[in-house]
């Protein structure tokens, strides 16, 4: 069964020090998604993508965060500087069709960040 | 200010009985709602979802109900099993197309 693959699983970092995170999505499917999820909370979206383009990056703190979807498959999330605040679950999901639609989304294993 | 509320705190029950889990939300206007089941270091996996003309969708053990009125969803596991002690999160469609989650509710089912 096809999944969602990230890397790294754990990452910890210094603050304001830069960290990446890797997302490879379920091949086929149009529309990846970034969440983050702090311990104790549900997850709370960053940025969508459909193809290449951003649909909504309207949670993301643009001073610092930044996502990219060159090709329209995998992804990458970077956090320049890291700091104590972003220490959290980093979540990678995936869907067939457009943004809006009521797929399913698939999320991958997320990326566990701790920043010291 | 809009929300969505799960129980906020665990749920314990006995194996065999039925789990009832609560999602409460205000000022939201959802077409549809979506439950996910999501275990300890791992991400959410996705079990129903129900549309707002739907009053209530089976799938095995699984229950959901949607009640527009009350704005109201509830999540029912029956003969519960250990091996259905996770976090459950409700998810909803947001005015700008995207999920948003509720907080989850922590399921424990005691053998």
């Not at chain 1, 096809?2 to 699983?9: I, K």
């Not at chain 1, 210094?14 to 890797?22: D, L, N, R």
């Not at chain 1, 991958?108 to 010291?116: N, Y």
């Amino acid at each position: 069964e096809a999944e969602v693959a990230q890397s790294p699983r754990y990452k910890i970092t210094e603050k304001s020090q830069a960290v990446a995170f890797w997302c490879d999505p379920i091949s086929g499917h149009a529309t990846l998604y970034w969440y983050r999820q702090i311990l104790g909370q549900g997850p709370e979206l960053l940025v969508q993508f459909q193809d290449e383009s951003v649909v909504d990056d309207s949670q993301l703190p643009k001073d610092r965060f930044s996502a990219e979807r060159l090709k329209g498959v995998d992804s990458t999330l970077k956090i320049q500087p890291a700091e104590l605040g972003d220490s959290a679950m980093y979540l990678c999901a995936s869907s067939p069709r457009l943004a809006g639609s009521t797929d399913t989304q698939y999320f991958g294993p997320g990326t566990r960040l701790t920043v010291l | 200010s809009q929300k969505i509320e799960q129980n906020s705190e665990a749920l314990n029950i006995q194996e065999g009985k039925t789990a009832t889990l609560t999602c409460n939300y205000t000022n939201y206007s959802p077409a549809y709602l979506q439950w996910y089941r999501q275990d300890p270091g791992r991400g959410p996996v996705f079990l129903l979802l129900i549309r707002e003309n739907e009053k209530e969708k089976r799938k095995e053990r699984l229950k959901v109900t949607f009640d527009t009125t009350l704005k109201q969803s509830l999540f029912h596991i029956t003969a519960s099993q250990p091996a259905d002690s996770a976090t459950y999160l409700c998810a909803l469609d947001g005015a700008t197309n995207k999920l948003i989650f509720g907080t989850g509710t922590l399921l424990a089912v005691q053998p």
